[in-house]
């Protein structure tokens, strides 16, 4: 399998591809990292530095890829945090271009605009780009319960208004929904669920609430459920090894005291998922 991975870089620590890359490697995956941002760090310690790389420059770096006669090959477009407008343009002709000469390629996008706990944290034209063009051009799509929310104006909470709204968003494009950091109030206390649907149904995921921030983890989420469920279209099997990696990942990050994600440490995690979960189905 081959992913051409449109996302942000950092040098220090693990978010957007310098999250993705590896553990997709280490499930066998074939990834061709194309760069939108190449900071030193994250956004998230207030300070960085490193360029903002245009969308031409982008677009060109795709160009250069699909003159070496690579786009035949692709089997998914995977995108996630966009820091500017002019990106998506991008991300979308490669889709399209892609898709013209693979017609079973798929595009997965994770659209990153925030969360419950901090609102929206990009750009204010981000979010609507996404849910305006975005997000009807993807097969996938991994959002977040508050992204859920602003994609469909609604306020999912209980986990039948949850589906509802996936149901709406589904019925402009994506078919494949993964929504994360699931929350409703039945649910036990210190846990977190995830629920993938798709024309088959519904599925949910409990795990215990991990009790740190980490960057990049949804990043690596996102990544590892595209690429589980491209190999063998089981939602319910791509929902619970991609639970299970993160889920050591984040444990294992917790334990060392760490700020960023033991990305390397972690990797026999994401080869070798322990399916410690259980995956129920709720459709």
């Known amino acids: 399998m081959k992913i051409l991975s449109i996302q942000s870089a950092v040098a220090y620590g693990h978010v957007g591809n310098s999250a993705a890359v590896f553990p ?5 995956v074939e990834v061709l990292p194309v760069y939108t941002v190449n900071f030193s760090n994250h956004t998230g ?9 245009s969308p031409d420059d982008v677009r060109d770096v795709i160009l250069g890829i699909e003159e070496r006669g690579a786009f035949p090959g692709i089997d998914v ?7 500017g407008e002019g990106i998506a343009d991008v991300i979308l002709d490669a889709v399209a271009r892609i898709k013209a000469v693979n017609p079973d390629a798929v595009y997965s996008c994770d659209p990153v605009m925030g969360n419950a706990a901090s609102g929206c944290f990009v750009a204010p034209a981000i979010p609507i780009l996404l849910r305006d063009r975005v997000v009807p051009a993807a097969d996938i799509i991994t959002p977040n319960q508050f992204e859920l929310g602003f994609l469909t104006g609604t306020e999912p909470d209980t986990l039948e208004s949850t589906l509802a709204s996936v149901e709406l968003i589904r019925a402009t494009g994506p078919r494949t929904v993964l929504v994360t950091s699931v929350e409703r109030p039945d649910r036990p206390e210190e846990t977190i669920e995830m629920l993938a649907v798709d024309d088959q149904g519904a599925w949910i ?4 609430r991990i009790p740190m921030k980490a960057n990049g ?4 989420t996102a990544a ?30 917790h334990a060392s005291g760490e700020r960023e994600l033991q990305l390397v440490e972690s990797q026999e995690a994401y080869a070798h998922p322990r399916l410690q979960f259980e995956v129920t189905r709720v459709v």
Not at 24 to 28: A, E, S
Not at 45 to 53: T, V
Not at 205 to 208: I, K, S
């Open 24 to 28: 997709l490697q280490r499930i066998g």
């Open 77 to 83: 477009v995977l995108s996630g945090y966009q820091g």
């Open 205 to 208: 995921v409990r795990t215990p």
């Open 45 to 53: 310690y207030g300070a960085w530095r490193g360029p903002l790389i």
């Open 224 to 253: 590892l459920f595209t690429a589980h469920y491209r190999r063998t279209g089981d939602a319910a099997d791509a929902l619970a090894r991609t639970t299970s990696s993160v889920f050591d990942l984040l444990e294992r990050t």
């Open 217 to 220: 983890s949804g990043d690596v």
